[in-house]
């Protein structure tokens, strides 16, 4: 089951506008993780915040998280047509033997840039 | 340093074949993860195993296994090939298992399409 839903599910921006995309999660976390996949490709890494974080920032990236709320926040400013992409975000599952690297993802925002 | 490698990165199978998808996590990680993406279910988590031994395991069934060997290299096979097997197959390295500092990075994964 999917623990994270991003909103919204696709986002249409012009070159140069920000972008922002929004994850909910359901269970109690430690961090949280972003990422983007270019069409059908492997994920990249963007950020990763910690549950006693609010904000961090990346480059063009800023990143919130809200555990009060249980969501997080990817904006991209001055976006660019490099940035079309589909983003996730990702939690690690807190049903664990152990501890351990099970990430339960979001359904995902498809992000497109136009020039 | 080198990222993630998957081999082979494409592979075509028919019905009731098995296959073998390979995973090399970044130098001097020691746990490797394997998720199923597909169009319907998203990114679901396979299993992950940590110097040498599985940790976690997802919800499927037991034609999926896995293996890890001394060098952190993990192998993923399927057995009696489904065409619901068809999907992007992604590994993720991390330097431990669990935690909230533990980013996890993704290879550019197996597109696996069953006939």
């Known amino acids: 089951s999917q623990q994270g839903e991003e909103d919204p599910q696709a986002l249409s921006i012009q070159e140069g506008e920000n972008a922002t995309m929004n994850c909910s999660y359901k269970?109690?976390?430690?961090?949280l993780q972003w990422y983007r996949q270019n069409s059908g490709r492997g994920l990249v890494h963007l950020i990763l915040?910690?549950?006693?974080?609010r904000e961090k920032h990346s480059g063009r990236l800023r990143v919130t998280l809200d555990t009060s709320k249980k969501s997080s926040s990817l904006l991209i400013t001055a976006s660019r047509a490099a940035d079309t992409a589909s983003y996730f975000c990702?939690?690690?599952?807190?049903?664990?033997?152990?501890?351990?690297?099970?990430?339960?993802f979001g359904t995902g925002t498809q992000l497109k840039v136009e020039l | 340093k080198a990222g993630v490698t998957q081999t082979p990165r494409y592979l075509i199978k028919t019905r009731g074949q098995q296959v073998t998808l390979s995973c090399s996590p970044i130098?001097?990680?020691?746990?490797v993860s394997w998720y199923q993406q597909t169009p319907g279910q998203g990114l679901q988590f396979l299993f992950e195993?940590?110097?040498?031994?599985?940790?976690n395991k997802g919800n499927f069934p037991g034609r999926f296994s896995g293996r890890q060997f001394s060098n952190s290299r993990s192998e993923m096979n399927v057995s009696t090939l489904e065409l619901g097997d068809s999907a992007l197959y992604l590994c993720?390295?991390?330097?431990?298992?669990?935690?909230?500092?533990?980013?996890?990075?993704f290879g550019p994964g197996t597109r696996l399409t069953v006939l």
């Open positions: 993720a390295s991390s330097w431990t298992s669990g935690g909230p500092y533990n980013e996890q990075f």
């Open positions: 269970t109690s976390i430690n961090n």
């Open positions: 915040i910690r549950s006693n974080e």
């Open positions: 990702a939690t690690p599952s807190e049903k664990l033997t152990g501890g351990g690297n099970k990430l339960t």
């Open positions: 130098s001097g990680h020691r746990s």
């Open positions: 195993y940590f110097s040498e031994t599985q940790r």
